[in-house]
């Protein structure tokens, strides 16, 4: 959009409709390998493998990859459209959005699909294969579309690494998460974990869109530019340059506090999290969450550009890498904060409540 590529209503189409079916690959693909990940880390620990279960997971789980996916790209079409419209930079909107309602979206449905598809398994059980199968069947017809689209044909060959390496790496933090939450000491912790998570992800994506389309005004993937250093860049370069990347990186950044704040305000007047929200605690919280989001901005910073010097694109490439490592180091600070705050003593009666 930043560069011209949807200006005509000709380009529009081909762009929507070659997006679309890409990423409809991508989510029955993803989502298939998610349930089999999921049951194997269900199974291994307790040592106990239903079928039938499997199967409705399974199910479940492409179910709602697919029809996510379709709605959550009609709602960036129209987003991305609307921006540019209006004068708005999507960078700055688009990929907010799509984080967040992409969590709500998500959970909703799969709770929902998950839910009717259950109480089909007792009369009619049949019925999760044919889920199961007939979204499948259709990826045939996807990956046709997606390949007639130049843009989308090379992401549909080599856009299948950082989707599933970021499913694994966010699977790790599910498992801190599951493992850190199924002690009643730290059942507070749940209510807190997709705030830091989806702040930080949101933060470190916006940034990554905006390095990105910097670069991509100033020529291909590839080309050598002054602006596209292959080194690990310095934290003063990151965090404290004139540079237009750094300005943004510092903007970010100082939106933690009062960004988390706001959350945790709202946690506490609905009475959720069965955690007491003592200075102690929202300075061990806050501390975490600066930490995160440091640790992302700088890693966007080095690893747009290292993506631009090799010769891929960073739209592509960056944002399920930066989300996935967002979750995973959110999780882990959240429940370092918890466990050092429980041996320091500062500890809830109302916990696990």
Request: include cysteine.
């Amino acid at each position: 959009a930043n560069i011209g590529q949807m200006d005509t209503p000709k380009e529009l189409w081909k762009m929507i409709t070659g997006n679309m079916a890409l990423i409809q690959v991508q989510a029955t693909v993803v989502g298939f390998l998610a349930s089999i990940a999921a049951v194997v880390f269900g199974w291994i620990p307790d040592g106990h493998f239903s079928i039938d279960h499997a199967v409705l997971l399974c199910a479940s789980s492409v179910a709602t990859a697919f029809i996510a996916s379709l709605v959550l790209g009609m709602i960036m079409i129209g987003v991305i459209i609307g921006s540019r419209k209006m004068g708005i930079n999507p960078d700055n909107v688009a990929t907010p959005i799509a984080a967040s309602l992409g969590d709500l979206i998500t959970l909703a449905l799969l709770s929902g699909i998950s839910w009717g598809l259950y109480k089909e398994l007792e009369s009619r059980a049949y019925v999760n294969p044919l889920v199961c199968a007939f979204f499948i069947a259709l990826l045939p017809i996807w990956v046709i579309i997606a390949k007639r689209n130049a843009a989308t044909r090379e992401v549909l060959y080599s856009g299948w690494e950082p989707v599933i390496i970021a499913m694994a790496i966010s699977s790790v933090g599910g498992l801190i998460l599951d493992r850190t939450v199924s002690d009643p000491n730290f059942a507070g912790m749940a209510v807190f974990t997709p705030v830091i998570n989806g702040v930080g992800g949101n933060l470190v994506a916006v940034q990554a869109s905006r390095i990105s389309t910097y670069l991509h005004m100033s020529g291909m993937p590839g080309e050598s530019s002054e602006a596209a250093p292959r080194k690990c860049p310095s934290p003063c370069s990151t965090f404290f340059s004139s540079d237009v990347n750094s300005r943004s990186a510092r903007v970010l950044f100082l939106l933690v506090v009062p960004g988390h704040l706001v959350f945790l305000y709202t946690i506490s007047s609905m009475q959720g999290g069965h955690t007491t929200l003592t200075l102690i605690f929202i300075v061990f919280y806050m501390t975490a969450a600066l930490l995160q989001v440091l640790i992302l901005l700088y890693i966007a910073d080095w690893m747009v550009h290292w993506m631009w010097g090799r010769d891929l694109d960073p739209d592509n490439f960056s944002i399920p890498y930066l989300t996935a490592l967002g979750d995973l180091i959110g999780t882990g600070l959240l429940a370092l904060s918890f466990h050092i705050l429980w041996l320091i003593g500062d500890r809830d009666s109302d916990v696990g409540d």
